[in-house]
């Protein structure tokens, strides 16, 4: 699809620009139609609740209901049907009552239709200028709701689209910079003799932008394969096992650190083990990268909170400065040199991806010179 077809606004099918009409008694029905026709607004009449939700899975923009026409069996079935609309629906109801001052039986109907949410009570009888006002407010409020859904329909495909070209570029990518790789390693292996010292320099720079290239772009695969994570939660695995996974995948890293790492008892969680050993070995390989002079220590804990457990991965490292706590978790965004501290800078965006695809967060408390505790949670 091209930009253009993107920017284009959809127009709503007709059958969502209708009003419809649940009124007991015919000729209301009618006469409310006719006021509507005279503003040239759609009108569909039904003859009952179990119609009206027949006509609102085709599509309305609002309905005006006599309060009468709604029994509790037919307030439930609209309510059922409207709590299968996606979240940036909010059908407009406008409901006819009873003229008359309010008393406790015509109170406990209006509770009753609460469950309709987006509801204006008209009381009867009604002038038809004010019928028609509130109709064209339902309509207005309702092509406002129709262009935040087209906007999020528009926001996804681009997405969807953009995940898509980041996945190919990188796939594609690995194969170019491997032969970069491997012919550098084979020049030098057979020319190395006839290089000065600059040629071998040059090469052996050559040699290192191509694996550090081969390093971002396998990063930047595991970022996008990060999005493909379905809504289902899977059955609970142990948080240990993913935990394990990661240090065996950081031995060589810990035994050059020397650093201390210990845990506390792991629950089982609704993550599958593949992502939480990555937010594991994110943290705790830059726990290990970012240390000071001193013995490292680092320590993962986890607590249960409502409905969820709270991990955290504390070390006692070179800490972070407060304004750059929350930007950190941005693609590329690193505070150091390559020189210093290698890296992409691609570590915590994984991280904070996979959290919030599991509905969970990430963040960071630290100082500057004493250390950082990472937190993030999981559904429990
Ligand atoms: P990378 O480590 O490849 O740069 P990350 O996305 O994993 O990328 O981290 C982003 C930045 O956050 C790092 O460059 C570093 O400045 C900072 N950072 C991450 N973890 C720590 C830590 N445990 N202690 C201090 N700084 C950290």
């Not at 009206?52 to 009468?68: M, T």
């Not at 939480?276 to 320590?299: M, P, S, T, V, W």
């Not at 570590?347 to 959290?355: E, N, P, W």
Request: aromatic fraction near 6%; charged fraction near 20%; include cysteine.
């Amino acid at each position: 699809m091209n930009n253009q077809a993107l920017l284009e606004p959809a127009t709503p099918p007709a059958t969502e620009e209708r009003i419809l009409i649940l009124a007991p008694r015919g000729r209301d029905a009618s006469l409310i139609a006719g006021t509507l026709a005279e503003d040239r607004i759609a009108a569909a009449i039904c003859p009952d609740a179990a119609a009206l939700v027949g006509h609102l899975e085709e599509g309305a923009a609002g309905a005006i209901v006599a309060e009468e026409a709604l029994t509790q069996q037919g307030v439930n079935d609209i309510a059922h049907f409207l709590a299968s609309q996606p979240p940036w629906s909010d059908l407009p109801f406008v409901v006819l009552t009873s003229s008359g001052r309010a008393n406790p039986a015509t109170e406990k109907k209006a509770q009753e239709l609460a469950v309709l949410g987006n509801i204006t009570f008209l009381e009867r009888p009604a002038r038809p200028d004010t019928v028609r006002t509130s109709m064209r407010a339902a309509l207005r409020a309702r092509l406002r709701q129709y262009e935040m859904r087209r906007r999020q329909e528009t926001l996804t495909r681009v997405n969807a689209d953009l995940e898509q070209f980041a996945w190919s570029a990188s796939h594609d990518l690995q194969e170019p910079i491997r032969n970069v790789a491997i012919y550098s390693d084979m020049l030098s292996m057979r020319y190395g003799g006839v290089l000065d010292d600059s040629g071998i320099e040059f090469l052996s720079n050559v040699k290192a932008a191509a694996l550090r290239m081969q390093t971002l772009v396998s990063d930047l695969l595991s970022y996008t394969q990060a999005a493909s994570i379905t809504e289902e939660a899977p059955e609970p695995g142990e948080a240990e096992a993913a935990l394990l996974a990661a240090l065996a995948n950081l031995t060589a890293a810990i035994n050059r650190s020397g650093a201390s790492i210990t845990y506390d008892p792991l629950p089982a969680v609704r993550v599958r083990e593949v992502h939480l050993q990555q937010i594991f070995q994110n943290l705790i390989g830059n726990a290990i990268k970012y240390r000071r002079d001193e013995a490292l220590r680092i320590h993962v804990s986890v607590e249960q909170k409502d409905g969820y457990w709270l991990f955290s991965v504390k070390d006692n490292g070179i800490g972070i400065a407060q304004e750059y706590q929350e930007q950190i978790f941005g693609l590329f965004k690193r505070l150091h040199t390559h020189r210093k501290f290698p890296g992409t800078g691609i570590g915590l965006a994984i991280c904070q991806r996979i959290a919030e695809r599991y509905r969970g967060r990430i963040w960071v408390e630290s100082e500057l010179g004493k250390g950082s505790v990472f937190f993030f949670t999981v559904p429990a």
